[in-house]
């Protein structure tokens, strides 16, 4: 029924009791390395994480805040930049309907000294 019999299955059993004692075992664990270069053993001072954590902390309002000013400065100049155009239009266009004025009556004056 079965395709080993019980004497291999405990033989191969002790094979692995056996080859499990001859490799030496020590005290530490080993642990896996995701990086090249591995990590110093000290242990780093907690002062030097004070500017990670306020930034931790205070990195997404910092952010926010930062980015609200740059829409807010980008809107203020389109529209200082549209009325300054708005303004140059109408002046030009004042002087382009005077200059039309002067030509009308120049063309007057040169029709009425022909005649």
Same mark, same amino acid.
């Given at each position: ?9 405990i033989?191969?059993?002790?094979n ?14 080993? $642990?896996?390395?995701f ?6 053993? &000290?242990? $780093?001072?907690?002062?030097?994480l ?33 009325? &300054?155009?708005?303004?140059? $239009? ?9 200059? &039309?004025?002067?030509i ?10 022909? $005649?």
């Open positions: 029924m079965f395709s080993k019999s019980a004497g291999q299955i033989a191969r059993m002790r692995r009791k056996l080859s499990a004692s001859l490799i030496p075992r020590s005290g530490l664990q080993v $642990r896996a390395r990086s090249s270069t591995q990590a110093p053993n &000290e242990p $780093r001072p907690t002062g030097s004070d500017h990670k954590n306020f930034y931790k902390t205070f990195g997404r309002p910092i952010a926010k805040v930062f980015l609200m000013a740059i829409f807010t400065y980008q809107l203020a100049y389109y529209f200082w930049v549209r009325l &300054e155009q708005n303004e140059i $239009r109408s002046e030009m266009q004042a002087i382009i309907t005077d200059l &039309e004025t002067r009308e009556a120049l063309e007057q004056a040169k029709t009425q000294k022909k $005649r």
